[in-house]
């Protein structure tokens, strides 16, 4: 069929239209998942932050420290929560025996440190983080000098260690959506 000019101009025009707005739509929908990236890793980069402040806190505790608090008739409950949370990233069982035994081990504060966020499981990180959230006491003593040193870095370095790994987890799969969309070309 014969267009005319005037209706292949307009033709022209709406498939133009059309196809910035398209683009338009797809472009908006690269920026935010470019953006949702950029806040996933600048979390993630907050977090791991948190957890090399908290790895600096963790050695300045001193071994004698942890064996007066292991040595004790009868441990404090916070000891023990945020002790076995420490543990079960570590496989080892959470009861007191055993965590008392990694504890009082000269490898464990070196090994606290070098835990890599990678070493972790979700499951071991799941469990951990169960048991802090089910002690109160955990989330409010940050800064409270009531609670011995050793229990407070250690509670600030489990914390820090978990949030930092379920943030990897999350900019990771922020990254997968990233480039399942299209966002590698589209950035």
């Not at 267009?3 to 739509?25: C, D, P």
């Not at 069982?93 to 499981?121: G, H, I, N, Q």
Request: proline share 4%; aromatic share 6%; charged share 25%.
């Amino acid at each position: 069929s014969q267009l005319t000019e005037a209706q292949r101009i307009a033709f022209v025009h709406e498939t133009n239209v059309a196809m910035k707005r398209s683009v338009a739509v797809m472009s908006s929908s690269v920026t935010a998942r470019a953006r949702a990236r950029i806040d996933a890793l600048q979390q993630l980069e907050d977090r791991m932050a948190d957890l090399e402040g908290a790895r600096a806190d963790v050695l300045l505790i001193a071994p004698s420290e942890l064996t007066e608090l292991c040595d004790q008739d009868k441990p404090s409950p916070l000891l023990v929560v945020v002790a076995a949370s420490i543990s079960v990233l570590f496989d080892v069982k959470p009861a007191w025996p055993s965590v008392r035994a990694f504890m009082l081990k000269p490898t464990f504060l070196p090994e606290v440190v070098k835990l890599k966020v990678d070493d972790a499981t979700h499951r071991s990180v799941d469990v951990a983080r169960k048991l802090i959230s089910s002690n109160k006491e955990v989330a409010t003593m940050r800064g409270n000098h009531n609670y011995p040193q050793a229990i407070r870095f250690l509670a600030r370095w489990v914390t820090a260690f978990t949030n930092a790994f379920l943030c990897e987890a999350e900019a990771e799969e922020e990254e997968m959506q990233f480039l399942q969309e299209g966002g590698a070309e589209g950035a």
